[in-house]
């Protein structure tokens, strides 16, 4: 009674957002723990600013990119538009692979012919293949994960409903392997103590530890999978970063991973295109199903039924990308993010913190023994103004360590060292 006079009592608007469907919610969404971990800093960034209006902040929180996209691959970008306003040049929908002249770009430059065109297939970006993988696979795989790993792994096999309800005490979800990576074990996963599942999510670098798996590693992992029969979706969309010559930029430089792996990967970090939306998976065609499928046939169906094609303008960007200008750009864009992650790194250092990653990858890893992430979070925003990412979000694994992105202007990492070295006065914030 009470809530019908509430209703006549309330505006027409009101009366509407009240109501309720009959339809049922999906119940692997309320499952889902929190909101999203972005929006999360979002939020708590926007609180600081509400109570603090003027503090200049310096985000090396989210991994966005920030610097321009070079010339050569913004023209490629621009004549793609361009193009379109054009008799002879107008395209509407694409094949839902992707242009084929970008695919064979991709394969011979970017995989030096290790894999064939018709194996890649272009998207509007790792996220969203990543949650088409899933739509492949479907509810009834179980999974593996980093521990920490980038949220969309578990969040998606959540959705897919491969997973059971989160344990409260352990933050971990029934069905996950949880593969813990920390300093005790050079940020990989002890596989000899790791059990068999379907799927084996693997990003390097990785984000966010900022860990590239070595080729040894890799190896191991390629091995461990082929024994137990699983598939790795391997997430390399930080390959770029990686300058070691013994850290494989791709898992399918490794003997025998065509038959076990499978690669997303990305402009976003490459050449800013974060916003602009282009990607790639590289799904070998010798790679199959229990029952002689190739996982390839299943994904181009999902590509050409759930998507229509990544946009032919973010298309001709990619090919602008590739060719020798676009490459010999790239490496200077990531040239610069590499030294905003040294000076990040030394700075870090030079405070007797135990930092981590950010060698091979545009992320560092700080570790503060005993503290919670949250904690150290909040102290850097309020000592500092500056905006890291708590691990705990990442996994439970992450619970002592925050995240720091070179994704960022010079200026600003520099001003964040300077701004961290005077709060914490040449000493580890104390547990
Ligand atoms: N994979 C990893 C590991 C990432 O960190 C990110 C973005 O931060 C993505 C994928 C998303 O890539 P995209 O912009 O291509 O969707």
Same mark, same amino acid.
């Given at each position: 009674?009470?809530?019908?006079?509430?209703?006549?009592?309330?505006?027409?608007?009101?009366?509407?957002?009240?109501?309720?469907?009959?339809?049922?919610?999906?119940?692997?969404?309320?499952?889902?723990?929190?909101?999203? /971990?972005?929006?999360?800093?979002?939020?708590?960034?926007?609180?600081?600013?509400?109570?603090?209006?003027?503090?200049?902040? #310096?985000?090396?929180? #989210?991994?966005?990119?920030?610097?321009?996209?070079?010339?050569?691959?913004?023209?490629?970008?621009?004549? *793609?538009?361009?193009?379109?306003?054009?008799?002879?040049?107008?395209?509407?929908?694409?094949?839902?692979?992707?242009?084929?002249?970008?695919?064979?770009?991709?394969?011979?430059?970017?995989?030096?012919?290790?894999?064939?065109?018709?194996?890649?297939?272009?998207?509007?970006?790792?996220?969203?293949?990543?949650?088409?993988?899933?739509?492949?696979? @479907?509810?009834?795989?179980?999974?593996?994960?980093?521990?920490?790993?980038?949220?969309?792994?578990?969040?998606?096999?959540?959705?897919?409903?491969?997973?059971?309800?989160?344990?409260?005490?352990?933050?971990?979800?029934? @069905?996950?392997?949880?593969?813990?990576?920390?300093?005790?074990?050079?940020?990989?996963?002890?596989?000899?103590?790791?059990?068999?599942?379907?799927?084996?999510?693997?990003?390097?670098?990785?984000?966010?530890?900022?860990?590239?798996?070595?080729?040894?590693? /890799?190896?191991?992992?390629?091995?461990?999978?082929?024994?137990?029969?699983?598939? #790795?979706?391997?997430?390399?969309?930080?390959?770029?970063?990686?300058?070691?010559?013994?850290?494989?930029?791709?898992?399918?430089?490794?003997?025998?991973?065509?038959?076990?792996?499978?690669?997303?990967?990305?402009?976003?970090?490459?050449?800013?295109?974060?916003?602009?939306?282009?990607?790639?998976? $590289?799904?070998?065609?010798?790679?199959?199903?229990?029952?002689?499928?190739?996982?390839?046939?299943?994904?181009?169906? $999902?590509?050409?039924?759930?998507?229509?094609?990544?946009?032919?303008?973010?298309?001709?960007?990619?090919?602008?990308? /590739?060719?020798?200008?676009?490459?010999?750009?790239?490496?200077?864009?990531?040239?610069?993010? /590499?030294?905003?992650?040294?000076?990040?790194?030394?700075?870090?250092?030079?405070?007797?913190?135990?930092?981590? @990653?950010?060698?091979?990858?545009?992320?560092?890893?700080?570790?503060?023994?005993?503290?919670?992430?949250?904690?150290?979070?909040?102290?850097?925003?309020?000592?500092?103004?500056?905006?890291?990412?708590?691990?705990? *979000?990442? @996994?439970?694994?992450?619970?002592?360590?925050?995240?720091?992105?070179?994704?960022?202007?010079?200026?600003?990492?520099?001003?964040?060292?300077?701004?961290?070295?005077?709060?914490?006065? *040449?000493?580890?914030?104390?547990?």
């Amino acid at each position: 009674v009470a809530r019908h006079a509430n209703c006549r009592a309330s505006s027409p608007l009101r009366r509407f957002l009240a109501m309720h469907t009959r339809v049922p919610r999906n119940e692997n969404f309320s499952k889902l723990q929190g909101g999203y /971990l972005f929006p999360q800093i979002a939020q708590r960034r926007r609180e600081y600013l509400e109570k603090h209006p003027d503090a200049a902040l #310096i985000s090396l929180g #989210i991994g966005d990119t920030t610097q321009p996209i070079p010339p050569h691959i913004c023209a490629g970008l621009t004549q *793609g538009a361009k193009k379109l306003a054009t008799k002879e040049g107008y395209s509407g929908y694409g094949d839902g692979e992707g242009l084929y002249a970008l695919r064979k770009s991709i394969a011979s430059r970017l995989y030096g012919d290790r894999i064939r065109p018709e194996e890649v297939f272009v998207s509007d970006g790792a996220k969203c293949d990543i949650a088409r993988l899933q739509m492949v696979f @479907g509810s009834e795989v179980t999974v593996a994960v980093q521990d920490p790993s980038y949220p969309v792994y578990v969040d998606t096999a959540v959705m897919t409903g491969q997973t059971g309800r989160i344990n409260a005490d352990t933050r971990q979800y029934a @069905g996950i392997v949880y593969m813990r990576c920390d300093a005790a074990n050079d940020f990989f996963p002890d596989l000899s103590k790791t059990p068999r599942t379907d799927l084996i999510f693997f990003c390097s670098p990785n984000n966010p530890t900022g860990a590239a798996a070595t080729r040894e590693q /890799l190896a191991e992992l390629v091995a461990f999978a082929r024994h137990n029969g699983s598939i #790795i979706v391997y997430d390399a969309a930080y390959a770029p970063f990686i300058r070691d010559p013994a850290v494989p930029r791709s898992i399918l430089e490794i003997d025998g991973a065509l038959e076990c792996a499978i690669e997303v990967n990305s402009f976003s970090k490459y050449a800013g295109f974060t916003g602009v939306r282009l990607g790639w998976t $590289v799904v070998p065609s010798a790679l199959r199903f229990a029952d002689g499928t190739p996982v390839a046939k299943d994904f181009g169906r $999902v590509m050409n039924t759930a998507f229509n094609g990544a946009s032919n303008i973010a298309q001709q960007g990619g090919m602008a990308c /590739l060719d020798d200008e676009g490459l010999a750009e790239i490496e200077q864009l990531i040239s610069y993010y /590499l030294e905003n992650t040294r000076i990040l790194r030394e700075g870090m250092e030079s405070l007797g913190f135990s930092v981590y @990653g950010g060698r091979n990858a545009p992320y560092i890893w700080v570790r503060f023994p005993g503290r919670s992430s949250w904690d150290v979070f909040t102290e850097f925003l309020e000592k500092c103004q500056v905006v890291t990412v708590p691990g705990a *979000g990442f @996994g439970p694994a992450g619970v002592e360590y925050v995240r720091l992105s070179a994704f960022a202007p010079r200026e600003a990492c520099q001003e964040a060292v300077r701004r961290i070295q005077t709060a914490f006065g *040449g000493r580890p914030a104390d547990p």
